[in-house]
């Protein structure tokens, strides 16, 4: 740059308004920083004590008796304020501690929260409690990777989106030598206790993990992290301890936004059917609430996918075959097909489409491929050095190991996870989605669902079946009534001499319908011939022509994955007060001695007013479930409850979002995130409809 134009731009740049309109931070992270979140009543008192809650109980997995014995008598535990203790308690309280916090996972709006309010908890109880953060997730405990926490560091963090402030990672503790590794940090730091903030998986390995540092009187407490919503706990009489895990209320929010911008667009420019996909690896609830929040014409709901039977195909079928009565692919194609060309014959040749990001986990056939493939994989990494993906590194590679497979189960009868049957439906799949169900599991062995273009197959199918139906003659755009007399008598003819030839409904309906057997300019003819309102050497008429070419769809998709986007916004004020009541819960469970409990608030679904923080017993809630292979004992995630009523509202509702009628369609426009105001809903909408019972109560 010339020196003369450089002097210039440096002289800008010092000018303070250019430096103010530049700067990192803006009026909203200022406002933002500056919030301090609503604290529940108890943690306005001095103290804080825990009393057990006896009336919870859970039924409890043998395996989990067995393996985690010293924490699996905990009990769930309500945090109550407390003002005059005895001296002998004050001194255990206010003792100096050292504790560790992790963020697990995928980042959820509102983490930095729970950092934020076990800072102040613990600061409160005694300015000389330190904090550490472990750097970029569980590996940060295993390699020792730590920074104390102060005051200057979490400050600008708070109620501000996104783990940035220690980062996070995917690492799980999973062997003896990383539980080694990981007590040797603990010891090393001199930590009173460790905190994990994270998912199921997670939340899992802190159990495993108070039990392995019970003897050394290390504490480990969890935080239910994901914007997944699928840590929900209940006990075994269905008391809803923990209604929704934190960040699902913001990322909800964030994709509603988004969708319900497209919805917009959508019905202004009326040509384009927008394809989301939403994040949430397996459970549908975000999807759920997307729904109750934009109205969006089509919502897909996998855990309603996989409640569905065919009867029909059932009773067709002659063996007993799995494709046979559960969901398949094509069928679901079917259903999205069903509503787009109802749409269609009432003019609205557009719409949106929520898709659930997990939804082929609830596909009967697809389920099935994730299933053998996982054990497969699973089963070679174990007995091989190198693994399945280093060993197999092209698609081709991958399909011929399966073809081995296949030959092996022709040969060896009692050999059945991959017979030639699979390995003929699986070639009958598109090339990437071959690749994408082949791809390389997370580390707990999980299926990677955000890797795969779930969307780009399924609208395959639907723009295939389309065609079928165009070209039979089903998939039409209904012409307005008053559009069609209008414009032909515009050109002098007589909308009533033509009217019955061209449509098969021109006796009632307000959109007309052309024919099925009118399905090209050459049909059209033929058809008015036959009808004799025209003659065979006439020329169609050019506004008849006009009218037929309007009838005529064309599908055009535009595709969106609503995730990392929504993952990353900064929090709503909900999560901002759940994650900083999480974290002063987190500091009552440490300073009361608790192990193996989860944070938590109860009546999260009701006013702030009665909000409980309570810890809830983690090894209780573990069963047994397949993992790499094998079977493990883990945290239940919860998925969509078909009885719940934030379902059956969407169930009810979806004809009448679907708008497959003439007149306005039923959008909903939450509108964006906003701190301030009183804009957006204070909770999620599905938390309010379920608060009022279940259908199976
Ligand atoms: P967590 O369960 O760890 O919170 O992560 C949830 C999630 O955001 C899912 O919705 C999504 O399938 C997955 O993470 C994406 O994983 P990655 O960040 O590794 O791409």
Redo the contacts with the bound molecule.
């Keep these: 740059m010339p020196e003369k134009e450089s002097i210039r731009l440096e002289g800008i740049l010092k000018n303070p308004e250019v430096r103010e309109v530049i700067a990192n931070t803006n009026p909203n992270m200022v406002e933002r920083r500056k919030y301090v979140p609503k604290k529940c009543d108890v943690f306005l008192s001095s103290y804080t004590v825990l009393k057990e809650q006896l009336q919870y109980r859970f039924d409890i997995h043998p395996e989990a008796k067995r393996q985690l014995p010293n924490i699996i008598d905990n009990k769930v535990q309500l945090i109550l304020g407390m003002d005059a203790v005895e001296e002998s308690f004050k001194k255990n309280y206010c003792k100096k501690r050292n504790i560790g916090i992790v963020f697990?996972?995928?980042?959820?709006p509102g983490g930095h929260n729970v950092i934020a309010g076990l800072y102040d908890a613990a600061q409160k109880a005694n300015p000389d409690n330190k904090l550490y953060g472990f750097l970029l997730g569980p590996d940060g405990i295993i390699e020792n990777q730590a920074i104390e926490l102060t005051q200057s560091i979490i400050d600008p963090y708070r109620n501000i989106g996104g783990f940035g402030m220690i980062k996070?990672g995917?690492a799980k503790i999973d062997t003896q030598q990383k539980m080694n590794l990981s007590k040797e940090t603990c010891k090393s730091l001199r930590l009173d206790a460790l905190v994990i903030v994270?998912?199921?998986?997670?939340n899992t390995n802190a159990a495993f993990l108070a039990q392995e540092m019970f003897e050394d009187g290390i504490q480990v407490i969890g935080v239910p992290?994901?914007?997944?919503g699928?840590i929900q706990v209940r006990d075994m009489a269905d008391n809803v301890l923990c209604a929704m895990?934190f960040?699902f209320h913001t990322?909800a929010r964030a994709f509603s936004n988004q969708i319900s911008n497209l919805c917009t667009d959508s019905s202004s420019d009326v040509k384009y059917w927008h394809i989301c996909k939403v994040?949430?690896?397996?459970a549908s609830h975000?999807a759920l609430e997307v729904a109750l929040q934009t109205h969006a014409n089509i919502t897909l709901i996998g855990e309603d996918l996989a409640d569905y039977v065919d009867w029909d195909r059932i009773k067709r079928s002659e063996t007993i075959d799995y494709n046979a009565y559960g969901m398949t692919l094509r069928h679901l194609s079917r259903v999205i097909c069903d509503g787009i060309v109802k749409r269609a014959a009432v003019g609205k040749n557009y719409g949106v489409i929520v898709i659930p990001?997990?939804v082929l986990e609830f596909i009967n056939e697809i389920q099935i491929f994730i299933i053998k493939l996982n054990a497969i994989i699973a089963e070679y990494n174990v007995t091989h050095d190198n693994g399945f993906h280093l060993d197999f590194p092209s698609l081709e590679d991958k399909l011929e190991y399966l073809r081995r497979l296949a030959r092996r189960s022709r040969e060896e009868g009692s050999f059945s996870i991959w017979n030639t049957r699979d390995d003929d439906l699986f070639n009958d799949i598109p090339e990437f989605f071959q690749e994408g169900l082949l791809m390389e599991r997370?580390s707990h062995g999980n299926f990677?669902?955000?890797?795969v273009e779930t969307e780009k197959v399924l609208m395959g199918l639907v723009g295939d079946y389309l065609e079928i139906l165009k070209e039979k003659g089903i998939y039409k755009i209904g012409i307005e009534r008053s559009y069609y007399r209008k414009t032909l008598k515009d050109e002098g003819l007589d909308p009533d001499y033509f009217g019955p030839v061209l449509f098969e409904n021109y006796d009632n309906d307000m959109f007309l319908l052309m024919r099925p057997s009118i399905i090209s300019l050459k049909t059209l003819k033929q058809v008015l011939i036959k009808a004799d309102v025209i003659r065979e050497e006439e020329k169609v008429p050019a506004v008849i022509e006009k009218i037929y070419k309007k009838s005529v769809p064309k599908f055009k998709t535009q595709i969106h994955f609503y995730?990392?986007d929504g993952?990353g916004s900064d929090p709503t004020k909900f999560d901002c007060n759940y994650t900083y009541n999480l974290g002063l819960t987190v500091f009552s469970l440490i300073a009361n001695g608790a192990t193996g409990q989860m944070a938590a608030i109860r009546n999260l679904e009701k006013n702030f007013s009665e909000w409980d923080p309570i810890g809830i017993p983690i090894a209780p809630l573990m069963h047994l479930e397949e993992r790499k292979g094998k079977l493990a004992l883990v945290l239940e995630k919860s998925i969509v409850n078909l009885d719940s009523v934030a379902f059956k509202i969407v169930k009810q509702l979806r004809e009448k979002w679907l708008a497959a009628y003439p007149g306005e369609d039923n959008y909903r426009r939450p509108g964006p995130i906003r701190f301030a105001g009183k804009s957006e809903e204070d909770r999620p909408i599905t938390l309010v409809l379920n608060a009022l019972g279940s259908f199976n109560d």
Excluded: N, W
């Design positions: 697990s996972g995928g980042p959820a996070t995917r994270g998912g199921d998986d997670s992290k994901t914007i997944d699928d895990s960040g990322a994040m949430g690896r397996v975000l990001e997990g997370d990677q669902f955000s890797q995730g990392y993952r």
